[in-house]
């Protein structure tokens, strides 16, 4: 089948209670649906890549590899009684919360299929999933547009609840107590809460599409290729505003859902309103 299967060393992939050493079910008997998930994300972003610096062959290659690949993950892993990838091939008894994060985010599921997992995906808890995968989790949860930061960030409270002043590696806190791997609120803040989003290498053009949720006010100031970029979001009556200061060569793109430039300073500052009112 040309997937990733029977890997050598250590097979991580999350601390998920229920697995072992991290290791998802199945993975020293053939494929697991998550790695191969991996391996198709890596094909795709390696693709992309080769397109950006000019080598149409080779991104070509990586491209038709990847979407057979995918073709693969969807014969061996989706079960369509249940609407949910398993784990191991043929497992339907064994489908994890990552491993089908991993299938949105990777594209092998799209459209009303991919919608459909929206419900189980939601199901999350750090007694199913721990800190790492939640990264992933959350992503695919923004990309099915079911994103809910404030709910999301409810086991960050907890570690502070318990006196944690550092993020640990995993949900039983029984490793390191100071870890990089959950660290990720940090993205949420960036992507969820301001609603940045990258749409041209080097941050040429970007889009903004804040939600505050509980928040009234929020000062983000992040260093860009181009520059830093200055954002001062801040609740309204009837929605939220948005003050910008931003490299001169950086654009931004009008936002689909109503984020309108109501100021204009020049090329470096503006203001921004998005309506709460439909």
């Known amino acids: 089948d040309g997937l990733p299967a029977k890997l050598p060393y250590w097979n991580f992939v999350d601390w998920t209670p229920q697995w072992e050493k991290g290791q998802p079910p199945g993975y020293l008997d053939g494929p697991t649906c998550v790695i191969c998930c991996q391996y198709v994300l890596a094909l795709k972003q390696a693709g992309d890549l080769y397109r950006r610096l000019g080598s149409s062959e080779l991104a070509s290659a990586f491209e038709r590899r990847s979407a ?3 073709s693969r993950i969807r014969q061996l892993f989706w079960h369509s009684n249940r609407e949910i ?10 489908a994890s919360i990552l491993t089908n994060a991993w299938a949105v985010c990777a594209g092998i599921v799209t459209g009303p299929a991919a919608r459909g997992l929206v419900k189980y995906l939601e199901t999350w808890s750090p007694q199913n999933i721990s800190f790492f995968g939640m990264y ?6 923004r990309m099915l547009g079911a994103s809910e930061w404030s709910a999301q960030i ?3 409270r907890n570690m502070l609840a318990k006196g944690l002043t550092t993020w640990p590696e995993d949900t039983g806190f ?3 107590l100071c870890h990089g791997w959950s660290a990720h609120p940090i993205s949420t803040v960036i992507e969820c809460i301001a609603g940045v989003r990258i749409l041209e290498p080097g941050w040429k053009r970007i889009r903004i599409s804040p939600d505050l949720g ?3 006010y929020l000062h983000l100031k992040l260093p860009t290729p181009e520059g830093p970029l200055d954002l001062s979001m801040s609740r309204q009556a009837n929605g939220t505003l948005v ?4 490299p001169v060569d950086m654009a931004i793109e009008p936002d689909p859902s109503g984020l309108q430039e109501i100021q204009s300073e020049g090329p470096e500052r503006a203001i921004l309103f998005q309506s709460n009112i439909t």
């Open 243 to 246: 003050a910008i200061q931003k």
């Open 154 to 156: 409810q086991p960050w």
């Open 214 to 216: 509980c928040l009234q």
């Open 174 to 176: 029984g490793r390191s």
């Open 68 to 70: 057979a690949v995918a």
């Open 85 to 94: 990838f398993s784990d191991a091939p043929g497992d339907a008894s064994s």
């Open 136 to 141: 992933w989790l959350f992503r695919a949860l």
